[in-house]
């Protein structure tokens, strides 16, 4: 063979390697990608959402296959998913806190139970309802209800509000205001129709039994405030910055009116938190309050829209009312200054 008929085969040869080698790595590619899809369809499919759980889920692997896609921006937001991982605490920390504390009140202590409201289906409930670009009207308390079943995952909204005074107390202030309620009805789905967005400052409250010293069974609730503040602390500025129009804020007691500095958008308007253990003792700082007129009058002069704040069917409107109610403030945040609306 010839010198360049050699050179040629040679190079017929280096080409056919490079070229297989090419359709090699190509197809480990394909392989690889539809292993990765293969394996995300089958995670998508084995988690159900509706059979979640303390016990079981984590809180990270929950908010990514179970949030609402209108939220997407928000959750997948990387100091949003450390405030979650700090959240996932509650599921063991706070029982591991609540043992130790009664074990050295009395060493014969026995904690036997630990249960958290709202169930983990229900935790995000409110983020379904309303997306962030539809918020007008945003009401904060403190804590979920924690008694059993009972906790929507939507701040003062239950069933039966004559079982929850909280609730109740809420009801009772929106016809002292003028609008027609159901006593025996506390779903406020109609607010959040609206654009009304029910939040507390944590989404989820802890409770224990245990036996005492005596005997005795007890139940004792288990804050988890620290665990969510962060995570409300960053829902409540990203609520501000993407909103063009400055929306209304119901801070209800001492802990949601804390993160009030975090408002850089909005009408405030602040409360006594409804409770009815959080007026024992002291002045009610609740009722009157004007909230959900001041509310609507504020929504009205500065957007041209309105929230009906009736809960029953066909009568959603104000009637004209002789009570004597709050001032409303006429300050409002827009653009970080401050602005008059009346």
Known sequence: MSPLAHRVSHLSIVTMAQTSLAAAVLLLALIANHIDCSTSMLWQNEYDCNKAT???????????????????????????????????EIRQQPLKEMIVALK????????????????????????????????????????????????TGKAFSVEDPRTVGTVMNVLLEVAYEG??????????????????????????????????????????????????????????QYISDSLLKPPVWMLWGNT??????????????????????????????????????CAT???????????YWGLRDGDNKRHEVNNKLAQCPNNYIHKNKIQTWY
């Not at 009140?105 to 309303?130: C, D, G, L, T, W």
């Not at 007026?279 to 909230?291: D, E, H, L």
């Not at 504020?298 to 829209?305: G, I, P, S, W």
């Open 297 to 307: 009058q504020f929504l009205y002069e500065t957007r041209k829209e309105l929230i």
């Open 179 to 236: 609008w027609s309620v159901d006593l025996d009805n506390g779903d406020l789905s109609k607010w959040e129709a609206q654009g009304v967005l029910l939040l507390n400052s944590a989404l989820t409250i802890g409770q224990i039994t245990y036996i005492n010293e005596k005997k005795e069974m007890k139940t004792k609730q288990v804050p988890h405030l620290n665990y969510w503040h962060q995570f409300t602390q960053l829902l409540i």
């Open 104 to 151: 050295k009140k009395n060493k014969n202590n026995e904690v036997i139970k630990y249960h958290i409201e709202p169930s983990m289906q229900r935790m995000f409930e409110a983020f379904k309802s309303v997306g962030p670009k539809d918020v007008k009207v945003v009401i904060l308390g403190q804590d979920p209800t924690p008694q059993v079943g009972k906790a």
């Open 54 to 88: 303390y016990e079981k889920s984590n809180l990270k692997d929950f908010v990514k296959q179970c949030t609402p896609g209108s939220w997407e921006d928000f959750f997948t937001n990387e100091k949003v998913e450390q405030a979650i991982k700090v959240a996932d």
């Open 256 to 293: 949601a009116q804390g993160h009030g500095s975090s408002i850089k958008n909005g009408y405030i308007l602040t409360g006594g938190h409804p409770s009815s253990l959080g007026s024992v003792g002291v002045k009610n700082t609740f009722f009157a309050g004007s909230y959900f007129l």
